[in-house]
């Protein structure tokens, strides 16, 4: 079976693709500890989970990805208050993209560090919508995939070093004539690690996409619930990265053999 813009799926790998699906919200658990716990300097891998009405401290079973919500009802154990579905949505969401990463990019070494690159965004677009900051430890991750990455195609790595300067170079330069009112620091930093990861072609790619994507849903939200002028860039960045990870080559090549055809 092939579905459109998403290649062919064998009736032979829905188990694989059920294992990377279990594999991405088991991750996605992780990221929700990430997105509570980093804005609050809090430790992330030491301080067990715990109930944020009572402090109850969280068995095993209560931390099954998708399943112990759905079994509780979305309520704690002991004190029965209310827990946000945000943790429900982003271990799915998680799970979802994991799946449209191996399904578009095929089975390879890259599409897994795609994988880790797209829970980054994930936490990095969370923690900047709610606060206006990117973490810089977040930013360190992704460019330590974008060197692992780096190290496995080597006979690219000019193409990656252009990508890591060409887009955050020019935001440097905003962000100092602004005194970083046009653009925040860690944007910077954002698009210096993707562009390493991604190359210059996606990243710029990814810079364009994150910019009509911010003008447009920033827009409608400002006439529609009153938002504030003031804009977190980085969920529109990160969601123009992943586009460019799923479909940044083939846009590229349409693109390039449009420009031949009506030239």
């Given at each position: 079976?092939?579905?459109?813009?998403?290649?062919?799926?064998?009736?032979?790998?829905?188990?694989?693709?059920?294992?990377?699906?279990?594999?991405?919200?088991?991750?996605?658990?992780?990221?929700?500890?990430?997105?509570?716990?980093?804005?609050?300097?809090?430790?992330?891998?030491?301080?067990?989970?715990?109930?944020?009405?009572?402090?109850?401290?969280?068995?095993?079973?209560?931390?099954?990805?998708?399943?112990?919500?759905?079994?509780?009802?979305?309520?704690?154990?002991?004190?029965?208050?209310?827990?946000?579905?945000?943790?429900?949505?982003?271990?799915?969401?998680?799970?979802?993209?994991?799946?449209?990463?191996?399904?578009?990019?095929?089975?390879?070494?890259?599409?897994?560090?795609?994988?880790?690159?797209?829970?980054?965004?994930?936490?990095?677009?969370?923690?900047?919508?709610?606060?206006?900051?990117?973490?810089f430890g977040i930013n360190v991750f992704i460019l330590g995939l974008g060197l692992i990455h780096l190290v496995l195609h080597l006979g690219d790595w000019v193409e990656y070093l252009?990508?890591?300067?060409?887009?955050?170079?020019?935001?440097?330069?905003?962000?100092?004539?602004?005194?970083?009112?046009?653009?925040?620091?860690?944007?910077?930093?954002?698009?210096?690690?993707?562009?390493?990861?991604?190359?210059?072609?996606?990243?710029?790619?990814?810079?364009?996409?994150?910019?009509?994507?911010?003008?447009?849903?920033?827009?409608?939200?400002?006439?529609?619930?009153?938002?504030?002028?003031?804009?977190?860039?980085?969920?529109?960045?990160a969601a123009g990265c992943f586009l460019a990870v799923l479909w940044g080559d083939r846009f590229l090549n349409w693109y390039l053999g449009f420009m031949r055809v009506t030239v």
């Amino acid at each position: 079976m092939t579905i459109a813009g998403l290649g062919e799926i064998n009736a032979y790998d829905l188990p694989v693709y059920l294992m990377i699906f279990l594999f991405g919200i088991t991750i996605g658990s992780f990221l929700n500890v990430c997105i509570l716990r980093i804005p609050l300097k809090e430790s992330i891998t030491f301080e067990r989970s715990h109930c944020m009405s009572c402090g109850y401290q969280l068995q095993w079973f209560d931390l099954i990805p998708l399943f112990s919500y759905l079994f509780l009802r979305g309520k704690c154990r002991k004190c029965k208050a209310h827990i946000s579905s945000q943790y429900p949505i982003v271990e799915a969401v998680n799970g979802v993209l994991y799946v449209l990463v191996f399904l578009i990019n095929g089975w390879s070494i890259d599409s897994l560090i795609y994988c880790f690159f797209t829970s980054a965004l994930l936490v990095l677009s969370v923690i900047d919508f709610r606060t206006y900051e990117i973490p810089f430890g977040i930013n360190v991750f992704i460019l330590g995939l974008g060197l692992i990455h780096l190290v496995l195609h080597l006979g690219d790595w000019v193409e990656y070093l252009i990508g890591l300067l060409c887009v955050s170079l020019f935001l440097e330069v905003l962000y100092q004539i602004s005194g970083g009112t046009w653009i925040g620091g860690g944007d910077v930093k954002l698009m210096a690690s993707a562009g390493l990861l991604l190359g210059w072609e996606n990243i710029l790619l990814a810079f364009f996409l994150g910019c009509i994507l911010g003008s447009v849903i920033h827009v409608l939200r400002m006439k529609f619930s009153g938002e504030e002028h003031v804009l977190a860039m980085g969920p529109y960045l990160a969601a123009g990265c992943f586009l460019a990870v799923l479909w940044g080559d083939r846009f590229l090549n349409w693109y390039l053999g449009f420009m031949r055809v009506t030239v």
